[in-house]
């Protein structure tokens, strides 16, 4: 499996535990398959990392866009990582997950209004490296650094679909 990772540097040995406890399949190397989205989300002067995943042996855990994955994002937020795995493949949380997930637990959404929330917008794959078992089979193919990206196609998608949220908001709260 072809994988790409964007950073600020280039990154030939993989660090597991580096970043956030709390990202959404937890503690781990995250990494997308879809390399338009790769280059679309890329800043100037960002580094995209291209690496190829020998999955043979792993074990893999791969999540739907359903109330299990949801559950599992909830969990690792407040580090309840409780997966045991080498790889985790799923779709990325969309940006207002900090704040659905602070709305269900001060009561004001119920966790299946929450979900017709998280389901808006486009669906990006992500894949989480949890072990060294993993990282061994992980070879680095190459970097790009990103020197000017066009960022209009980019805020038009966040516009669209912040729109599309505050109308689904609108509906399950009401007027």
């Known amino acids: 499996m072809i994988l790409y990772h964007t950073g600020d540097r280039e990154i030939v040995h993989p660090d597991i535990h580096h970043?956030?406890?709390?990202?959404?399949?937890?503690?781990?190397?995250?990494?997308?398959?879809?390399?338009?989205?790769?280059?679309?989300?890329?800043?100037?002067?960002?580094?995209?990392?291209?690496?190829?995943?020998?999955?043979?042996?792993?074990?893999?855990?791969?999540?739907?866009?359903?109330e299990a994955?949801?559950?599992?994002?909830?969990?690792?937020?407040?580090?309840?990582?409780?997966?045991?795995?080498d790889v985790i493949i799923?779709?990325?949380?969309?940006?207002?997950?900090?704040?659905?997930l602070g709305i269900i637990?001060?009561?004001?959404?119920?966790?299946?209004?929450?979900?017709?929330?998280?389901l808006i917008g486009p669906e990006y794959k992500q894949v989480a490296?949890?072990?060294e078992k993993a990282v061994n089979q992980l070879r680095f193919?190459?970097?790009?650094?990103?020197?000017r990206m066009d960022a209009k196609a980019l805020k038009k998608e966040q516009d669209a679909f912040q729109n599309e949220f505050a109308e689904e908001l609108s509906k399950i709260t009401g007027p």
């Open 19 to 66: 970043g956030r406890k709390n990202a959404d399949f937890g503690w781990g190397f995250y990494l997308t398959p879809d390399k338009e989205f790769t280059y679309r989300w890329a800043r100037d002067g960002a580094v995209v990392n291209v690496y190829e995943l020998d999955e043979g042996g792993l074990d893999e855990h791969i999540f739907l866009r359903d």
């Open 69 to 85: 994955w949801f559950k599992y994002i909830f969990d690792n937020r407040g580090l309840k990582d409780g997966l045991e795995a």
């Open 90 to 100: 799923g779709p990325i949380a969309n940006d207002t997950i900090f704040d659905t």
């Open 105 to 118: 637990t001060s009561g004001y959404l119920r966790p299946e209004e929450a979900m017709r929330l998280l």
């Open 129 to 131: 490296i949890k072990t």
């Open 141 to 147: 193919i190459r970097s790009e650094k990103i020197e």
